[in-house]
């Protein structure tokens, strides 16, 4: 947030926020691991016994070959695993996965499979249980169309106390394989797994969660749906362009496959950009990203990658990229309000923050990568500036400036109790500058 100092004083920007989410996974050594999500409740958290089926799933896959990567935004629960990323969180019901899954998945790297053991709490909690089946085909169906190209393996529910038992069987397993089937049928990458056959209920003390034996069972029979559809060396589907961001060089292509490809990927003939001269290819290590260089490209435009003859790394028989696969892609804006408010120049930067996917301010305070408050002096305005960068690269921005509505510095950053800037009202003098559609731009807006 910036803030305008008073005539014949310095003004200041109060506050830049941004929005960036940074898409990482474990390092790569070797071979190229597999992505793995493990995605449900308190049964995949692991409670009863550190980790879960997670760790025990993943030693059994790189026992197997596999070089395994488990990625989420929780860590806890996994004392003593060297991979503790995962996405189970105790108590919640389907209907909370929902609300959250694409907010975690834009904070992770692309997943190679997504393990889902959801449903038990909706009837532990007597919420909405007839109609807990059709928030399972929704999360699916969701999951399916952020990231088309994971795999996703659905399991029924196993067996506990009842009489949660009874109406789950009445209720929900019985259509869990329907659904999933359905997803197939329509060309998505869906597959079911008996999750209720694997583990029976003397291996549950407490009537719901598995012992360390049973945990053991459920990472035997998801390391079976693994195996059934990747080898050690990728999925059996021939690779496909994730997506293309350009950088912000405006010299400089990313292009992202769906799964790990050949060394020689990064072959200039493999691709081509109309409008554009390519004259340089590298892959990277996590071998999905090939980086182009290419002519200056010009901010505004769209243009089209090609690319033909991209290889995965199955062996001996690699599947190759359909041909004259396309994808579109516009120049990277640049970050900053500099760049994109030519009034900011009047403005001196007070605060600036990364934002989180999941802030919770309440709890915990921001935390500033630029705290100027301290140097500020009077000031007449105040200007809010929001940037967000989707896994596209496209840059969306919006700067607010108005008439200041508090002379105390320590009020124009984020909200919160402890600061004592917790209040909503109007402003006056108004101008937003914005690319993002739907967004009121214009000067003195009321």
Not at 214 to 220: D, E, I, Q
Not at 350 to 358: G, M, N
Request: overall charge negative.
């Amino acid at each position: 947030m910036p803030v305008k100092p008073i005539p014949s004083m310095k003004r200041f920007p109060v506050l830049l926020c941004s929005l960036l989410i940074w898409l990482c996974g474990a390092p790569v050594f070797g071979a190229p691991p597999l992505r793995i999500m493990p995605l449900g409740d308190s049964i995949t958290d692991g409670v009863g016994a550190p980790g879960g089926y997670r760790g025990t799933l993943s030693n059994q896959l790189s026992a197997a070959g596999y070089t395994v990567d488990m990625v989420g935004n929780q860590t806890d629960n996994s004392e003593g695993l060297a991979d503790k990323e995962h996405e189970g969180h105790p108590g919640w019901r389907i209907d909370e996965l929902d609300t959250n899954i694409e907010g975690w998945l834009a904070g992770i790297a692309d997943p190679d499979f997504v393990l889902i053991h959801i449903g038990t709490n909706d009837f532990g909690q007597g919420f909405a249980t007839s109609t807990a089946i059709n928030r399972l085909d929704g999360l699916i169906l969701k999951i399916a169309t952020l990231r088309p190209n994971a795999n996703i393996v659905v399991t029924n529910l196993m067996v506990r106390s009842e009489p949660y038992n009874s109406q789950i069987q009445a209720q929900f397993n019985p259509y869990v394989q329907g659904i999933v089937a359905a997803h197939a049928q329509a060309g998505r990458k869906v597959t079911f797994l008996d999750m209720r056959a694997a583990v029976p209920l003397s291996d549950m003390p407490d009537q719901l969660h598995p012992n360390q034996n049973g945990y053991t069972k459920m990472a035997t029979a998801w390391r079976g749906a693994i195996q059934a559809l990747a080898t050690p060396d990728g999925d059996h589907s021939a690779p496909k362009i994730e997506r293309v961001r350009g950088q912000v060089s405006r010299t400089m292509v990313d292009v992202t496959f769906s799964k790990p490809v050949a060394d020689d990927a990064a072959t200039l003939s493999n691709f081509s950009i109309a409008g554009l001269t390519v004259s340089g290819a590298t892959l990277d290590a996590t071998k999905r990203v090939v980086t182009l260089t290419t002519s200056p490209q010009t901010p505004g435009t769209s243009y089209t990658v090609t690319v033909n003859q991209v290889n995965d790394r199955q062996s001996p028989t690699p599947a190759t990229i359909l041909s004259n696969s396309t994808a579109v892609f516009f120049p990277a804006l640049p970050r900053g309000y500099r760049n994109h408010a030519p009034e900011s120049s009047e403005y001196t930067l007070a605060y600036s923050l990364d934002i989180p996917s999941l802030p919770l301010y309440r709890a915990t305070p921001p935390v500033y990568q630029v705290d100027n408050h301290a140097g500020v002096g009077p000031f007449d305005r105040v200007a809010y500036y929001l940037e967000l960068q989707g896994a596209d690269g496209q840059l969306q921005y919006v700067w607010a400036s108005m008439d200041a509505f508090t002379n105390d510095v320590n009020q124009i950053g984020v909200p919160t109790v402890a600061s004592g800037a917790v209040f909503q009202q109007g402003v006056t003098h108004l101008n937003v500058i914005s690319n993002a559609s739907g967004v009121v731009t214009g000067t003195g807006l009321q």
